[in-house]
């Protein structure tokens, strides 16, 4: 095994946020995120086309030839992803971005973090959005316990089941049940959530987080019945809560 020692002399690993939508990166982007990105040039990526951009926002001057992306996304073969951290055993600081976001938060950025820890790397993570818990922040729902799900099932019964069963877990340890969708089956989600839930659960909408369009509202699923909502191809967090106590 390494020592701590040895892990000086390599290079170090940050991780990137990116913006959540096309607002300026310095409105939401610490000038740590500029500084870092001014003075590394190799990144590990999702979409190159979209990095390069990313990085031209934040340093215009900074030399693009220079640049070494590697990507990371679902075509990348496992055998590729295992040579992503060479460079930094040769003194090589990398950094990893997010194609919006916070790297390695619902995010395939976790696996190279992981690699990270057992090749013994500093990892750095900067300070950016994440958009889990700037919902969470805003929904006025249990932020002392709750759980990120991901994606529900696209089948409606498996679906369905899922939801009861978040709702159950919601009520039995009053945490929030946090879950995304595919931004153009949004309405559909909210949709199937109102016919499900108990009356009285709450459930938060929370899309185009940092956006101008931002909407962020947590009602009753009573409540939610009453109001019109365009969520299509909006980008949203979804949280629900049963208070075992409001019972």
Known sequence: MESVDQAVEKGILYLIPSPLGENAPMEVLPLTVRKVIGEVTHFIVENEKDARRFIKRISPKKDQSLLQLYPLNKFTSPEEILTYLDPIQEGITMGVVSDAG????????AEIVKMAHRKNIVVRPLVGPSSILLALMSSGLNGQNFAFNGYLPIDKSKRQKEIKKLEKKS???NQ????????YRNDQLLQDLLKTLDRNTEVCVAC???LPSEYIKTFTVKQWKKIKLELHKRPAIFIIHKDPLSV
């Open 102 to 109: 916070c790297p390695g938060v619902a995010d395939p950025g």
């Open 171 to 173: 009520f039995d340890y």
């Open 176 to 183: 929030s049940q946090l879950f995304i969708e595919t931004p």
């Open 208 to 210: 185009d987080i940092s």
